[in-house]
């Protein structure tokens, strides 16, 4: 329990607390100057214990200022109703049960359905099939397995599933974004692209020689693509398959009649003379 001393002291003002110490301010702070039943301390020497005049009242060292470090010969210290203690496998605490639980090393947590091989102190398993919790601690039977204090039972059936609750009202609908920022200049044109310039193909083959005969009957070849010109009725064949076939089209429409001719000359000849027109 903090005391409540006064505010805004000034140097060498005391201030007493009913059934117990008399402080005096230095200045900096409130410092113990005598005690009840008169007479100064000496911090530097005490020869007997320091026992509080009452219970739960007073403070050792303050919140702005503290102890630097605590030196106990002892190997247990007290908060409460639990005592911490320096075990061989390190610091640890024993619970009102007189369990030793370890509060530094390392401990584990296992679940399975058998216990855990090599345990350490401290180390906690659940049983998977009970799903009851288990701690590995020394009591006066030595090292084990024990369940906690107030452990539950297993664990009851699954309830059945709750009915859907009903959907919520829509929210409303969000102000739109705002619009977009004005269209960019168009870039500039890119300089034209090199023309290519690809390989000169290679040459083709030479194509097949074919002679050419005009007659108004058939030659006689046996050599394919030979072409015949029938001069009599202007039909033009190839040889081809073993036989002369037809190369030219159909016959073209006639033309148009020519213009008349010039008026030839007069002849005179008198009456009973004859003219003869030698053809």
């Known amino acids: 329990m903090a005391i409540n001393f006064p505010s805004n002291p000034q140097v060498n003002d005391t201030f007493s607390v009913p059934g117990g110490a008399t402080y005096t301010w230095t200045g900096v702070r409130w410092q113990i100057s005598a005690v009840s039943g008169g007479g100064s301390v000496n911090m530097t020497a005490i020869a007997s214990n320091i026992v509080p005049a009452h219970n739960e009242v007073y403070d050792l060292g303050h919140s702005a200022y503290r102890w630097r470090d605590l030196y106990l010969s002892g190997s247990s ?31 584990k947590f296992t679940l399975s359905s058998t216990p855990p091989a090599n345990p350490q102190l401290g180390d906690r398993w659940m049983n998977s099939e009970t799903y009851k919790e288990f701690i590995y601690t020394q009591d006066a039977d030595g090292q084990q397995w024990i369940q906690p204090a107030g452990d539950g039972g297993v664990f009851g059936a699954t309830g059945a599933t709750g009915i859907t609750g009903a959907t919520g009202i829509t929210g409303a609908t969000g102000a739109g974004g705002s619009p977009g920022g004005a269209t960019g200049a168009t870039g500039p044109q890119g300089s034209t692209g090199a023309t290519g310039s690809g390989a000169t193909g290679a040459t083709g083959p030479a194509g097949t020689s074919a002679n050419v005969s005009v007659s108004a009957s058939a030659p006689a070849t046996t050599t394919a693509g030979t072409l015949w010109f029938n001069n009599e009725t202007g039909d033009l064949y190839v040889y081809a398959g073993g036989a002369w076939v037809v190369a030219s089209g159909p016959a073209g429409a006639n033309g148009a009649p020519g213009s008349p001719g010039a008026t030839g000359a007069t002849i005179t000849a008198p009456i009973n003379s004859y003219v003869w027109f030698v053809g």
């Not at 908060?79 to 401990?107: C, E």
Request: without cysteine.
């Open 77 to 107: 210290l007290w908060l409460g109703n639990i005592k911490i203690v320096a075990g061989a496998s390190g610091l640890q605490t024993i619970n009102q049960a007189g369990n030793i639980v370890p509060i530094a090393g390392g401990s």
